[in-house]
């Protein structure tokens, strides 16, 4: 009883805030005011709240620009989770914009939408992204391409640090700073997240959106451990393979660290 009281204070309280910002946001978007950027983390952090997900932060995130966060990727908690902690643009598949609720949310945030299937659409979106971090935004890829099950790192796609390169300067030197970040669901009410737990820290795909939320209301508090990793800078000339070794080599190192509870500091 307790359990669903929360799920619906959660939903209501969700709701009437939402409906406040939205407007604003919406203006900010219009207008391109500088609060467009500021306000989704706002939102962010008050979503986390309500959910019970404690975030705990390893490392700093790099002041250099133009940057490029490398994330790996469980849930759709994890756009909460860096949404909540720095002003971020994230790129995702095309097909998340016509999911209900989370598609008008991402939207609203100025989410870069790619369609990989369509390569004739690849030089435009990859120009967006890189016109974007031209810009001093923060772009946010998850180069697993995927979800996965917040146990391991799948491989990572090299095609998919493009944008890395096309934001290089087109006359000059330049270099594009590229930081791992690594996300580790790891504790349930306080205790350590077993085996029984990891489907609310992961998004598996035969879950529906909204039976997964209802989940993770019900499961009460959640730990996230994030770590800044060292940021790899790539150069005109660099090898996109290359950089997503080094990517993933430390994205495996970070969340494993974490989820057999060697936290780093």
Do not use: C
């Amino acid at each position: 009883m307790i359990n669903w009281l929360r799920v619906g204070i959660f939903l209501v309280v969700l709701l009437v805030v939402s409906g406040l910002l939205i407007p604003v946001q919406l203006l900010a978007l219009r207008f391109d005011w500088p609060l467009r950027r500021r306000l989704p983390r706002q939102w962010h952090r008050m979503a986390l709240w309500f959910l019970g997900i404690r975030v705990h932060v390893h490392g700093k995130l790099d002041t250099r620009r133009p940057l490029m966060i490398a994330a790996n990727h469980a849930s759709w908690k994890d756009i909460l989770v860096l949404g909540s902690l720095a002003d971020v643009a994230f790129i995702a598949k095309t097909e998340v914009a016509s999911w209900p609720v989370f598609g008008f949310l991402a939207r609203l945030q100025k989410t870069i939408f790619v369609v990989r299937e369509e390569k004739r659409r690849t030089g435009d979106q990859v120009n967006e992204i890189a016109a974007r971090m031209a810009d001093g935004e923060i772009v946010v890829l998850f180069p697993e391409g995927t979800t996965s099950d917040g146990n391991r790192i799948l491989g990572i796609k090299s095609s998919l640090f493009g944008a890395a390169a096309a934001a290089l300067p087109k006359e000059g030197e330049g270099v594009v700073h590229v930081q791992p970040v690594a996300i580790a669901y790891t504790r349930v009410q306080g205790m350590p997240m077993g085996r029984y737990h990891r489907p609310i820290a992961g998004w598996p795909g035969d879950v529906g959106l909204v039976e997964h939320l209802i989940g993770v209301l019900r499961a009460g508090a959640l730990d996230v451990d994030v770590t800044f990793g060292e940021t790899v800078e790539f150069k005109k000339g660099d090898s996109r393979k290359a950089l997503a070794i080094r990517i993933e080599e430390q994205l495996r190192a970070m969340l494993l660290a974490h989820l057999r509870g060697r936290r780093r500091h």
